[in-house]
């Protein structure tokens, strides 16, 4: 029986990581879709399948990488330079593995990335960013030596031969007003590399780099996943960045308030029918129960009856399928419902 050699790291049976189609700039990967027969080491990835069956019915904690934009003037990055290390009071690391420290160190960085010899526009005409701005989180109390550790490692992998730099933050020191309780790493990196390849960033980029994420917080000891909101039956999309700190506000976005008053418009016509995302959620939740009684089939097969029923009650309990629209209705509906009743109690509206 073949088993999977130390340090090997397959992805799902069904994915496969192919170079980019000849003439693209995009210094990363593409991620595309192989059937299973192709795989090079069946029993790796079945035991590879089995792990992370593990974690996610044990709900382990799932790693968060959020690209939050980045530079598109040479002044905007040295800010953001300084913002992630406090004007230099914070130690940042580059990518040579060399501490920075003070303000003139944070600015010397600056200056030797040359931004300014990156193109400034794509064939369009577009803007492109000089940099780009990523975080790293995990859960409070995770170890923070162990988050950068992590980071650093995840960095010397994916961001071969370009620049970047990055530091940690804790409550204690991060900068913001209001900091998170959970441990995170700002990294920076420089949009090209020294072959002038662009970082471009995708779905599936996002994706892989979660697995390799979580992978490195394992060879740490710290218990990590990288499963998709679909795998862990969460329908609903988490908020962007500038949406969540406007409802942290207090306010509600224009964004928010426009998809409000669709949602009201279809209440108001009586218009019952899925939208197309809404289809789209539900043909994913069937492929999710469908792959994990296929597991759960497959793990009763060779005896591993543990599993598969933790699998079963796993695929159980899974909620089922909302959407941001339908819960806007919900709570128009009984909001409704509530001012009838004030009217009722008030005698203003007949009681039937």
């Given at each position: 029986m073949r088993t999977c050699a130390l340090g090997d790291r397959p992805m799902s049976s069904k994915l496969a990581i192919v170079p980019d189609r000849d003439g693209r700039k995009s210094g990363l990967r593409r991620l595309v879709y192989r059937p299973k027969a192709q795989s090079g080491n069946i029993d790796c990835d079945w035991q590879s399948t089995k792990d992370r069956l593990r974690r996610t019915v044990a709900r382990v904690p799932e790693v968060v990488i959020?690209?939050?934009?980045?530079?598109?003037?040479?002044?905007?990055?040295?800010?953001?330079?300084?913002?992630?290390?406090?004007?230099?009071?914070?130690?940042?690391?580059d990518q040579d593995g060399e501490h920075l420290g003070g303000k003139d160190s944070i600015r010397n960085v600056h200056a030797s990335w040359d931004l300014d010899l990156q193109r400034a526009h794509d064939n369009r005409g577009g803007a492109l960013h000089h940099s780009f701005n990523i975080i790293f989180s995990?859960?409070?109390?995770?170890?923070?030596?162990?988050l950068l550790a992590a980071v650093q490692a995840f960095a010397q992998q994916h961001f071969a031969r370009r620049q970047y730099i990055m530091a940690l933050h804790t409550p204690e020191t991060d900068p913001s007003d209001e900091p998170p309780p959970h441990p995170h790493v700002h990294v920076i990196v420089r949009a090209e590399d020294e072959d002038?390849?662009?970082?471009?960033?995708?779905?599936?980029?996002?994706?892989?780099?979660?697995?390799?994420?979580?992978a490195e917080l394992r060879a740490?000891?710290?218990?990590?996943n990288a499963t998709s909101r679909a795998e862990r039956g969460m329908s609903l999309k988490g908020r962007g960045s500038a949406e969540y700190h406007i409802r942290e506000r207090g306010d509600v976005s224009t964004a928010e308030a426009r998809r409000f008053a669709e949602a009201a418009d279809d209440l108001r016509k009586g218009d019952t029918q899925p939208k197309p995302w809404e289809v789209a959620m539900a043909a994913r939740?069937?492929?999710?129960?469908?792959?994990?009684?296929?597991?759960?089939?497959?793990?009763?097969?060779?005896?591993?009856?543990?599993?598969?029923e933790k699998v079963e009650r796993f695929a159980r309990e899974l909620p089922s399928p909302?959407?941001?629209?339908r819960r806007m209705q919900r709570a128009l509906i009984e909001e409704v419902k509530a001012r009838l009743q004030r009217e009722q109690a008030k005698g203003l509206v007949p009681s039937r």
């Open positions: 959020k690209v939050t934009g980045g530079g598109s003037k040479s002044a905007g990055v040295l800010r953001y330079m300084n913002y992630i290390s406090r004007s230099g009071m914070l130690t940042t690391v995990m859960p409070a109390k995770t170890d923070p030596a162990k002038g390849h662009r970082l471009h960033i995708r779905k599936s980029t996002l994706r892989i780099w979660r697995e390799s994420f979580a740490r000891g710290i218990e990590a939740r069937r492929d999710v129960l469908k792959e994990l009684a296929r597991n759960a089939t497959a793990l009763r097969h060779e005896g591993d009856i543990e599993l598969a909302d959407s941001e629209r």
